[in-house]
């Protein structure tokens, strides 16, 4: 399996601002994930962060809102922008790795926004 | 796109019975379908995978089958512990560079 460290591991936010999520990977990988999970629900991908180009996104997401970086094959960063209470959720970073193409995950963020 | 359905939502049973979690898939292209399992607060973790070449895949107490032609695959736990509880996800994926479909989950209970 991999490391995935994944940074804050919760926050509660004010209605408006911004919030980055940090995922680094001990290793070289091929695909990085965000994904999100609301309480009691299945995880939704949200994008794809590809390495030194634009992130893919799945539909109901755009990159006003949540923006994706992910300068390098090990770190990658999610920002949930001008954030709403819809926003609260749990925020999920995953890698696959070329060797095994298996998916992990990392430990996750618990966005809570009042 | 691929969709993934999964049975049941939520299942009880009793410590020492089996437990099987259904799901089944829309795109025959699919050709990997992993099993994660989350427990309360943390991440999901993958605990047993199956790839399209393959019809059964066992790991001591969990077993995955996949029927390909009917589409769907099955995860399979024996002799359940307590610390078997937890919300269990499948997933399909046409492999390498291509992304995750998740079922929506089924919430185990084992009742010691």
Same mark, same amino acid.
């Given at each position: 399996?991999?490391?995935?460290?994944?940074?804050?591991?919760?926050?509660?936010?004010?209605?408006?601002?911004?919030?980055?999520?940090?995922?680094?990977?001990?290793?070289?990988?091929?695909?990085?994930?965000?994904?999100?999970?609301?309480?009691?629900?299945?995880?939704?991908?949200?994008?794809?962060?590809?390495?030194?180009?634009? %992130? =893919?996104? #799945?539909?109901? &997401?755009?990159?006003?809102?949540?923006?994706? !970086?992910?300068?390098?094959?090990?770190?990658?960063?999610?920002?949930?922008?001008?954030?709403?209470?819809?926003?609260?959720?749990?925020?999920?970073?995953?890698?696959?790795? %070329? =060797?095994? #193409?298996?998916? &992990?995950?990392?430990?996750?963020?618990?966005? !809570?926004?009042? | 796109?691929?969709?993934?359905?999964?049975?049941?939502?939520?299942?009880?049973?009793?410590?020492?019975?089996?437990?099987?979690?259904?799901?089944?898939?829309?795109?025959?292209?699919?050709?990997?379908?992993?099993?994660?399992?989350?427990?309360?607060?943390?991440?999901?973790?993958?605990?047993?995978?199956?790839?399209?070449?393959?019809?059964?895949?066992?790991?001591?107490?969990?077993?995955?089958?996949?029927?390909?032609?009917?589409?769907?695959?099955?995860?399979?736990?024996?002799?359940?512990?307590?610390?078997?509880?937890?919300?269990?996800?499948?997933?399909?994926?046409?492999?390498?560079?291509?992304?995750?479909?998740?079922?929506?989950?089924?919430?185990?209970?084992?009742?010691?």
């Amino acid at each position: 399996s991999a490391v995935i460290s994944q940074k804050p591991s919760r926050d509660i936010c004010q209605r408006g601002t911004s919030l980055t999520i940090q995922c680094q990977v001990d290793s070289q990988v091929t695909m990085m994930f965000w994904y999100r999970q609301q309480p009691g629900q299945s995880l939704t991908l949200i994008a794809t962060a590809n390495q030194g180009s634009e %992130a =893919t996104y #799945e539909s109901g &997401f755009v990159i006003d809102k949540f923006p994706i !970086s992910r300068p390098n094959l090990t770190f990658s960063t999610l920002t949930v922008s001008n954030m709403s209470p819809e926003d609260s959720s749990i925020y999920l970073c995953s890698v696959e790795r %070329a =060797t095994n #193409e298996k998916l &992990f995950f990392g430990s996750g963020t618990q966005l !809570s926004v009042l | 796109g691929e969709n993934v359905e999964q049975h049941p939502s939520t299942l009880s049973v009793q410590e020492g019975d089996s437990a099987v979690i259904k799901c089944t898939y829309s795109d025959s292209a699919s050709n990997y379908f992993p099993w994660y399992k989350q427990e309360l607060g943390k991440r999901p973790q993958l605990i047993i995978d199956i790839r399209s070449n393959v019809g059964e895949k066992k790991d001591q107490r969990i077993a995955v089958t996949l029927n390909k032609t009917a589409k769907h695959f099955s995860l399979h736990i024996t002799e359940t512990q307590p610390e078997d509880s937890a919300v269990y996800f499948c997933a399909a994926s046409k492999g390498s560079r291509n992304q995750f479909y998740f079922g929506t989950g089924t919430s185990l209970t084992v009742i010691p």
